[in-house]
């Protein structure tokens, strides 16, 4: 049912943990089933994601995502980070089954959550992001 690199990235998270002084925290919870996501970035003067570390109360999709949604979007700048949608992470992951398709939101959605953060401390604008809900 979960492709390999699915059980890889829930056997082996990438990026578990906090970052002190972040620069951006967002933190989400899933309508559906009521996990909890919470995403930190450190973000350099050039708006680049220099490191990313995520938390979670969530399933083992979720954890997978996670990870992978982590490793996307480290280097990238904050603009660049929009890219990686949970569709994206999906790709990367091989697929996910479809009744798992809502947990792969929740990394996206708390990515987004802790770039608005970022940009509403420092008074920047991300175009096209939306204010989480
Ligand atoms: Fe149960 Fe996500 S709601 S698997
Ligand atoms: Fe809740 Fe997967 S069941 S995130």
């Known amino acids: ?27 989400v919870g899933n309508a559906k089933c009521g996990d909890i996501m919470r995403m930190y970035l450190d973000i350099d003067d050039n708006q680049v994601i220099q490191d990313v570390k995520f938390k979670t109360f969530g399933c083992g999709a979720a954890v997978a995502t996670s990870s992978m949604a982590t490793e996307l979007v480290k280097g990238l700048t904050v603009q660049e980070a929009l890219t990686v949608t949970n569709k994206a992470v999906m790709e990367a992951l091989d697929g996910l089954p479809a009744v798992k398709v809502h947990c792969s939101l929740l990394a996206e959605e708390a990515i987004h959550a802790a770039l608005w953060d970022y940009a509403e401390k420092n008074g920047i604008q991300i175009e096209g992001l939306k204010k989480p809900k």
């Open 1 to 27: 049912m979960y492709t390999e690199k699915v059980m890889d990235h829930f056997q082996h998270p990438r990026n578990v943990g906090e970052l002190e002084n972040a620069s951006g925290v967002g933190t």
